[in-house]
C-alpha cells in the first residue's frame, strides 16, 4: 500500500527559507520520478517541481525562479524541497507523489501534506 508521509512546513516569514520532506513506503521509490505539489486555498493543485528517477534531473514550475530546490535520497526513500525566498503567494499545502508524463501525479492515494504558510 502506497503511502507518502511529508514534514518539515511551518510558519514562515517572508525571505525565509525551509526543508520539506517526504518519505515513500509501499512502492520501489528508485523506479520513480518524483514530484513535489502544492493546492493553495481556493485554488487548484499545481506541479512546483519534479525530480528524475533515472538521471536525477529536475524540472521546476515558472513562478519559482530558482528559488527551490528538489533533491532525492534513495537510500532513505526521501525527496526533499529547500525553499529559500519564500513569498506569501507560496503559501499552501505541500505534498508529494510520483510523477507520469508531464508530472501528472501518479497515486490516487495522497498524503496529508505538509502546511507551509509564509506571513509576517
Known amino acids: 500500500q502506497v503511502q507518502l508521509v511529508e514534514s518539515g512546513g511551518n510558519l514562515v516569514q517572508p525571505g525565509g527559507s525551509l526543508r520539506l520532506s517526504c518519505v515513500a513506503h509501499?512502492?520501489?521509490?528508485?523506479?520513480?520520478?518524483m514530484a513535489w505539489y502544492r493546492q493553495a486555498p481556493g485554488k487548484g493543485r499545481e506541479l512546483v517541481a519534479g525530480?528524475?528517477?533515472?538521471?536525477?534531473?529536475?524540472t521546476y514550475a515558472d513562478f519559482i525562479k530558482g528559488r527551490f530546490t528538489i533533491s532525492r535520497d534513495n537510500a532513505k526513500n526521501a525527496v526533499l524541497l529547500q525553499m529559500n525566498g519564500l513569498e506569501p503567494d507560496d503559501t499552501a499545502v505541500y505534498h508529494c507523489?510520483?510523477?507520469?508524463?508531464?508530472?501528472?501525479?501518479?497515486?490516487?492515494?495522497w498524503g496529508q501534506g505538509t502546511q507551509v504558510t509564509v506571513s509576517s
Open positions: 509501499g512502492f520501489i521509490f528508485t523506479r520513480y520520478n
Open positions: 525530480i528524475s528517477a533515472l538521471d536525477g534531473s529536475t
Open positions: 507523489n510520483a510523477g507520469i508524463r508531464d508530472w501528472s501525479p501518479l497515486f490516487d492515494s
